[in-house]
T-cell receptor, first 118, second 116 residues
Framework: AQKVTQAQTEISVVEKEDVTLDCVYE???????LFWYKQPPSGELVFLIR????DEQNEISGRYSWNFQKSTSSFNFTITASQVVDSAVYFC???????????????WGLGTSLAVNP | DAGVIQSPRHEVTEMGQEVTLRCKPI?????LFWYRQTMMRGLELLIY????????DSGMPEDRFSAKMPNASFSTLKIQPSEPRDSAVYFC??????????????FGPGTRLTVL
């Protein structure tokens, strides 16, 4: 069965520290997609990144970077030089099997609440 | 694009009343999802539609919940009768189908429902 685990429930850092949010997934599918979303205190869910299982290249977008490792079934998210505005809940999600036809469900982790303190 | 639009943003009602939540997906998106978020259970998928047809409603809690999508630009989630345990934030999301690619879902701002 598909599953996404975000073991860190809450993280608190001081501004300018680097922080890594962990995401470990389980799937029997050989083809799948992984996602990260951000939910700031205002409540909306904001898409950050999508990665498919064929592309293991790490991705960098400004202060954000993602490390995808199929060998350890992990898709970790690092914020470099964190800022107060990064305070949010971050969710990792997995798409169910692409061999399941029309299935468009996302399997969600429970989220990691990040507090960046000044 | 306007993004996914949900209304109302906040709803306070009394137990036993009917509640209707509304969603307008992004134009051109053919998938629409309804989620519920609570502290205890996190983000739960309730139902999703493809081209206005319900594909999977296995997450709908019980018969008190129903969802419709009469056309490509409008969907409703109805709770009748409402109960205090239905208090949550309800999100609508939409995405666009492109072959076997799993595109991201775009979320609306949510409706915060409080049932007294």
């Amino acid at each position: 069965a598909q599953k996404v685990t975000q073991a860190q429930t809450e993280i608190s850092v001081v501004e300018k520290e680097d922080v890594t949010l962990d995401c470990v997934y389980e799937t029997r599918d050989t083809t799948y997609y992984l996602f990260w979303y951000k939910q700031p205190p205002s409540g909306e869910l904001v898409f950050l990144i999508r990665r498919n299982s064929f592309d293991e290249q790490n991705e960098i977008s400004g202060r954000y970077s993602w490390n995808f490792q199929k060998s350890t079934s992990s898709f970790n998210f690092t914020i470099t030089a964190s800022q107060v505005v990064d305070s949010a809940v971050y969710f990792c999600a997995l798409s169910e099997g692409l061999n399941a036809g029309n299935n468009r469900k996302l399997i969600w982790g429970l989220g990691t609440s990040l507090a960046v303190n000044p | 694009d306007a993004g996914v639009i949900q209304s109302p943003r906040h709803e306070v009602t009394e137990m036993g009343q009917e509640v209707t939540l509304r969603c307008k997906p992004i134009s051109g998106h053919d998938y629409l999802f309804w989620y519920r978020q609570t502290m205890m259970r996190g983000l739960e998928l309730l139902i999703y539609f493809n081209n206005n047809v319900p594909i999977d409603d296995s997450g709908m809690p019980e018969d008190r919940f129903s969802a419709k999508m009469p056309n490509a630009s409008f969907s409703t989630l109805k709770i009748q009768p409402s109960e205090p345990r239905d208090s949550a934030v309800y999100f609508c999301a939409s995405s666009r189908h492109t072959g076997r690619v799993r595109n991201e879902q775009f979320f609306g701002p949510g409706t915060r429902l409080t049932v007294l």
